[in-house]
């Protein structure tokens, strides 16, 4: 059981003492809180809404684990990972809307903070781990795995894309497509539209730089790319990748790329890693909402106090 007792500071303010039971065990056993509420049974919990912050990016942290996990038997998947950062609200603020109390011998200037009280977890969003996957035989010539960091262009309705999913098919017209029927290319500075390829012999070799060879006669060069800034790269779904027009991508022809005919490159997912890390989510966002719950029931308590 806890008590409360109030004490008036001021014409707007309020302090209100919880005296916590003995089962709280808090310097030896007596628990005791403070709460700045407003004149009019208001309280200022303003830890709620950390809480509440904490259990929405836990909430983020979770529905990416879960997508890793859905995608570890995809070829080539890059596992992402969620970003947090602290958001601090007055410190956000430009200097020159920082106020500057009036009354700087108030007890109201004396507990205004600025916001400097209030601190928030801010889910930034997430980044993509592109660290190299297992590469896996698979004894099929149509599957080309790229060892090292570079992509291959492919041809979308929406334009040229970049995927590192090199398990390709031949569709009805001969072209050398993705699993998805988008046109791989070829090397070339002519239009994205004239670089498709167009395999006469599905027994073809295909070497270490990209070079496509039918009967010891070259086809086609594979075009495939390095980027230079990771960042620019955009997850659109089926394994491909767009450019953020924000972004200067430094996009150069392949130098440190291999290709391997016959393998598919396994997702980077650690399947025991992502579960430990469900598992330290999921009790993060426990604690957030008990948290909460917490806050709502001192709440309840302050709103029934009678007002002076």
Do not use: C
């Not at 977890?121 to 570079?150: C, H, I, M, R, W």
């Not at 040229?160 to 072209?175: C, K, L, M, P, Q």
Request: no cysteine; charged share 20%; hydrophobic share 35%.
């Amino acid at each position: 059981m806890s008590r409360l007792l109030a004490s008036q500071v001021s014409p707007k303010y309020k302090i209100i003492v919880f005296h916590f039971s003995n089962t709280t065990k808090v310097q030896g056993g007596i628990g005791v809180a403070l709460l700045l509420v407003e004149a009019g049974g208001r309280m200022s919990t303003k830890g709620v809404y950390t809480a509440l912050s904490g259990a929405i990016a836990q909430g983020q942290r979770l529905d990416t684990i879960a997508n890793n996990i859905a995608n570890v038997n995809t070829p080539s998947f890059k596992k992402d990972q969620q970003v947090f950062r602290e958001y601090l609200t007055a410190y956000e603020k430009p200097s020159d809307v920082i106020q500057v109390p009036k009354v700087p011998a108030s007890i109201e200037s004396f507990y205004d903070n600025q916001g400097a009280d209030r601190g928030y977890v801010d889910g930034s969003g997430t980044y993509t781990d592109f660290s190299q996957g297992t590469l896996k035989p698979t004894g099929n010539k149509l599957d080309l795995a790229l060892e090292g960091d570079a992509f291959y262009e492919v041809l979308t309705p929406q334009g040229v894309r970049y995927t590192r999913n090199g398990s390709f098919a031949i569709d009805a017209e001969g072209r050398l497509v993705t699993k998805g029927g988008h046109p791989v290319l070829k090397k070339g500075t002519e239009d994205a539209s004239s670089r498709t390829i167009t395999v006469t012999n599905p027994n073809f070799t295909v070497s270490s730089n990209g070079d496509l060879y039918v009967e010891g006669n070259s086809l086609a060069g594979l075009s495939i790319v390095n980027i230079g800034q990771k960042e620019a790269l955009l997850k659109t779904g089926n394994s491909l990748y767009s450019l953020k027009e924000t972004f200067d991508a430094k996009i150069s022809p392949n130098v440190e790329g291999k290709v391997h005919q016959g393998f598919i490159e396994n997702s980077n997912v650690n399947v025991i890693q992502e579960m430990t890390d469900m598992i330290a989510a999921t009790r993060a966002f426990d604690s957030t909402q008990r948290a909460i719950k917490a806050y709502d029931q001192m709440d309840e308590q302050v709103n029934t106090i009678p007002k002076f």
